[in-house]
């Protein structure tokens, strides 16, 4: 299953709401997970289930969509939220990422 | 708390063998409702998913990468191992180890949610 996301990079400013898109190239159903990635660190789950926030995560993620088209939303960017975003296919037993968007 | 922790050598001789160990601590490997994964980045790139292992020993692996990889798990150590064959300066990268929510229903494994819990990576540099 290959993932697609859109755009690859966005500038955006603090206080700024963030859209995300993600494609997959058949239906996943809900199995579709966001990953937040700072530079010289480990990726941070966010969203599991397409819209499930994970544990100490935020309320201003937010993740939605089903079948192939997801979007992770920030409702109103803080300075830390400038990072790689990436999204993640678990529906296949061979999971998939995106090639990621830098928000900067 | 659980924490991942990786090992293994910074540098290895290209056509050899990369092994590496992610040591788990604050849990026990053996639970069934967790699999145990390993990811990788090459600089400046973005994240690509090798494979994973449950405690049944059950494996996945990324189709691309299946020919040369196997992934072992010692629950004795509580700790699971990555080993790519036939390495090339393409595979320099920085390896993480990763846990996520899954289990198996006798040959069926699942794990539907992601990887919630990562080491904090391992550079290996391909050279000779």
């Known amino acids: 299953i290959q993932m697609t996301q859109s755009p690859s990079s966005l500038s955006a400013s603090v206080g700024d709401s963030v859209t995300i898109s993600c494609r997959a190239s058949?239906?996943?159903?809900?199995?579709l997970n966001w990953y937040q990635q700072k530079p010289g660190k480990a990726p941070r789950l966010l969203i599991y289930?397409?819209?499930n926030l994970q544990s100490g995560v935020p309320s201003r993620f937010g993740g939605s969509g089903s079948g192939t088209d997801f979007t992770l939303t920030i409702s109103s960017l803080q300075p830390e939220d400038f990072a790689t975003y990436y999204c993640?296919?678990?529906?296949?037993?061979?999971?998939?990422f995106g090639p990621g968007t830098k928000v900067d | 708390q659980v924490q991942l922790q990786e090992s293994g050598p910074g540098l290895v001789k290209p056509s050899q063998t990369l092994s590496l160990t992610c040591s788990v601590s604050?849990?026990?490997?053996?639970?069934?409702?967790?699999?145990w994964s390993w990811i990788w980045q090459p600089a400046g790139k973005g994240l690509e998913w090798i494979g994973r292992?449950?405690?049944?020993?059950?494996?996945n692996y990324n189709p691309s990468l299946k020919s040369r990889v196997t992934i072992s798990i010692d629950t004795s150590k509580n700790q699971f191992s990555l080993r790519l064959s036939s390495v090339t300066a393409a595979d320099t990268a920085v390896f993480y180890c990763?846990?996520?929510?899954?289990?198996?229903?006798?040959?069926?494994?699942?794990?539907?949610?992601?990887?919630?819990?990562w080491g904090q990576g391992t550079t290996v540099s391909v050279s000779s």
């Open positions: 990763a846990r996520g929510p899954g289990y198996c229903s006798g040959p069926d494994c699942y794990g539907y949610y992601g990887m919630d819990v």
């Open positions: 604050g849990g026990s490997i053996s639970s069934g409702s967790y699999f």
């Open positions: 292992i449950y405690s049944s020993g059950a494996t």
């Open positions: 058949l239906s996943i159903d809900t199995y």
């Open positions: 289930g397409a819209s």
């Open positions: 993640q296919q678990s529906y296949s037993s061979s999971f998939t």
